[in-house]
């Protein structure tokens, strides 16, 4: 699902060049004539290994410096090099799938094409003999296929890390402690629904987060807010999180916008940390703080900033909501595209003593 919840934008922001084609495809090439050495007796129980674990436990020694460098092209182009030792994994491309692989039927290997997946025209996929299989985009193929790609989940875990310190070093931001003994005003998620995610099969499970906006109780500034929703991986399903989406004392006049995206592996979370810090930063220099208003726009500007082909593309951006009020109830709650469904309630949270 590839758009995440812009609560206030964060989602995927300048982009990044791709991966090189002609590398990746040559390591899964790679990778498929060794298919006898390392499947399915290497991958974990979710049928998922890092790249480089895979590399050194099966001693592919041939593969050894290719994989090590694809993963730091990777990672410097997520501007996490530093945060993390390794990014790539080989996984199998649906859970599904599990059921032929374990079966004994052969799988097949392809990698992530360069460029905006909206233009792919095909996916390529090699089998143990080193023979090319063009494969439908978006149908699911019956064959099992391992995808040499990101590891999304633990990109996004250190990428909004990064993005986070990054706004309260900004100002924008304080993380949360435990030490208050005042019971908290909180809006919870009872349950979210996305309809479309324009996901390729290749591409997995998707990582979504959220980015909740409003102006600060004491200071005329923007106050902000990441959320992280690991959970909400595929299109076309209710997922039922009980998760806080809004922290009210943070917030002035009971109110935020939320935008939910999701991330792209084209973007880095430096530039994109940039971007929050600049675009919120100046939100209010402008007009100031609209005192006789219970809300800034902060999500409107937020998605006035982000750049264009996060629209055309439905690449990033997932759905928006403006002015969501604390203290009220919202069921079956379309966002502004019509693309994510919320049931909210509010909930006061007694610190235990």
């Given at each position: 699902m590839k758009k995440t919840v812009l609560l206030?934008?964060?989602?995927?922001?300048?982009?990044?060049?791709?991966?090189?084609?002609?590398?990746?495809?040559?390591?899964?090439?790679?990778?498929?004539?060794s298919l006898p050495q390392w499947q399915p007796k290497s991958v974990s129980r979710d049928y998922a290994v890092p790249l480089e674990q895979l590399v050194q436990k099966r001693h592919l020694d041939s593969l050894s410096l290719e994989?090590?460098?694809?993963?730091?092209?990777?990672?410097?182009?997520?501007?996490?090099g530093g945060k993390l030792d390794n990014l790539l994994q080989v996984?199998?491309?649906?859970?599904?799938?599990?059921a032929a692989l374990d079966k004994g039927q052969t799988p097949l290997v392809a990698y992530v094409p360069d460029g905006d997946?909206?233009?792919?025209?095909?996916?390529?996929?090699?089998?143990?003999?080193?023979?090319?299989?063009?494969?439908?985009?978006?149908?699911?193929?019956?064959?099992?296929?391992?995808?040499v790609g990101q590891d999304?989940?633990?990109?996004?875990?250190?990428?909004?890390?990064?993005?986070?310190?990054?706004?309260?070093?900004?100002?924008?931001?304080?993380?949360?402690?435990?030490?208050?003994?005042?019971?908290?005003?909180?809006?919870l998620i009872k349950s979210v629904h996305a309809n479309d995610d324009q996901e390729p099969w290749l591409l997995g499970a998707a990582e979504v987060y959220a980015v909740v906006a409003g102006i600060d109780p004491f200071a005329d500034k923007p106050r902000v807010d990441i959320v992280d929703m690991p959970y909400l991986d595929y299109d076309g399903k209710t997922y039922y999180p009980n998760q806080v989406l809004v922290y009210w004392d943070r917030?002035?006049?009971?109110?935020?916008?939320?935008?939910?995206?999701?991330?792209d592996s084209n973007y880095s979370y430096q530039e994109l940390a940039s971007l929050l810090v600049q675009v919120l930063g100046q939100a209010l220099a402008a007009g100031g703080v609209p005192e006789a208003l219970p809300f800034a726009g902060l999500g409107q500007k937020i998605i006035e900033a982000m750049p264009s082909n996060w629209f055309t593309n439905d690449d990033d951006y997932l759905d928006a909501f403006y002015t969501l009020e604390q203290n009220q109830v919202y069921n079956n709650y379309p966002g502004a595209s019509g693309n994510i469904t919320l049931n909210l309630v509010p909930k006061t949270i007694y610190p235990t003593q």
């Open positions: 206030t934008l964060l989602g995927g922001l300048y982009a990044v060049p791709a991966l090189a084609a002609d590398a990746d495809r040559q390591l899964a090439l790679d990778l498929a004539r994989a090590k460098h694809r993963d730091q092209v990777a990672l410097a182009q997520r501007g996490l996984r199998l491309a649906h859970p599904s799938m599990k997946e909206s233009r792919w025209s095909a996916i390529e996929a090699f089998d143990a003999e080193g023979n090319s299989y063009m494969l439908d985009v978006h149908q699911l193929p019956k064959r099992p296929v391992f995808v999304g989940h633990k990109a996004q875990v250190a990428g909004l890390k990064l993005v986070r310190q990054a706004l309260v070093d900004a100002g924008l931001s304080t993380p949360m402690t435990s030490e208050t003994t005042a019971p908290l005003s909180t809006t917030y002035r006049w009971g109110a935020a916008d939320v935008v939910f995206f999701e991330q």
